[in-house]
T-cell receptor, first 119, second 113 residues
Framework: AQKVTQAQTEISVVEKEDVTLDCVYE???????LFWYKQPPSGELVFLIR??????QNEISGRYSWNFQKSTSSFNFTITASQVVDSAVYFC????????????????FGQGTTLQVKP | DTAVSQTPKYLVTQMGNDKSIKCEQN?????MYWYKQDSKKFLKIMFS???????INETVPNRFSPKSPDKAHLNLHINSLELGDSAVYFC????????????FGPGTRLTVT
């Protein structure tokens, strides 16, 4: 069965600190997608990044970076120089690659990590 | 220019009532979903639709009946509402051809009293 674990329930940092959100996943599939979503206090779910299983290259986007390690089934997310606007719940998720009669492409979410960035 | 829209945003109703939530996407996606987010923020898939056809019902009670009149719309009808149905319901759509991220609607907060 597929499973995503975000062991950190809540993290609190002071502005400008770096913070890493952990994500560990389980799947028997050899091809799959991993995602991060942000849910700010306003409630919407905002897509941040998609990574497929055959691309282990790390990615950086501004203050955000992602470290995908297939060997440890982890897809961690680092925010550099955190800001108050980064305060949100962050979700890691896993899905099938294709939609077919047996694969729905649904997202399996982790429990979420609540990040609080204090001024 | 909203990609995925849902109505209503808030829904307050009494136990036993029937209610509907509407979802529309203008992204041209073939695949749509309903997710439920409980009070602990846990997000769980409810239904998956592809080209207007139900792919899977993730063990959701029969009181929940999704309907897809066309590929752009996926509505959710709930009969005989119960207290435990109180949650935020999100609609989402998924692209194809290598663009597989899911885009979510703003959510509908359902409160059953």
């Amino acid at each position: 069965a597929q499973k995503v674990t975000q062991a950190q329930t809540e993290i609190s940092v002071v502005e400008k600190e770096d913070v890493t959100l952990d994500c560990v996943y389980e799947t028997r599939d050899t091809t799959y997608y991993l995602f991060w979503y942000k849910q700010p206090p306003s409630g919407e779910l905002v897509f941040l990044i998609r990574r497929n299983s055959f691309d282990e290259q790390n990615e950086i986007s501004g203050r955000y970076s992602w470290n995908f390690q297939k060997s440890t089934s982890s897809f961690n997310f680092t925010i550099t120089a955190s800001q108050v606007v980064d305060s949100a719940v962050y979700f890691c998720a896993l899905s099938d690659l294709e939609v077919s009669s047996s694969n729905t492409g649904k997202l399996i979410f982790g429990q979420g990590t609540t990040l609080q960035v204090k001024p | 220019d909203t990609a995925v829209s849902q109505t209503p945003k808030y829904l307050v109703t009494q136990m036993g009532n029937d209610k509907s939530i509407k979802c529309e996407q203008n992204l041209g996606h073939d695949t749509m979903y309903w997710y439920k987010q409980d009070s602990k923020k846990f997000l769980k898939i409810m239904f998956s639709y592809n080209n207007k056809e139900l792919i899977i019902n993730e063990t959701v009670p029969n009181r929940f009946s999704p309907k897809s009149p066309d590929k752009a719309h996926l509505n959710l009808h709930i009969n005989s509402l119960e207290l435990g149905d109180s949650a935020v319901y999100f609609c989402a759509s998924r692209g194809a051809g290598g663009f597989y991220e899911q885009y979510f609607g703003p959510g509908t907060r359902l409160t059953v009293t």
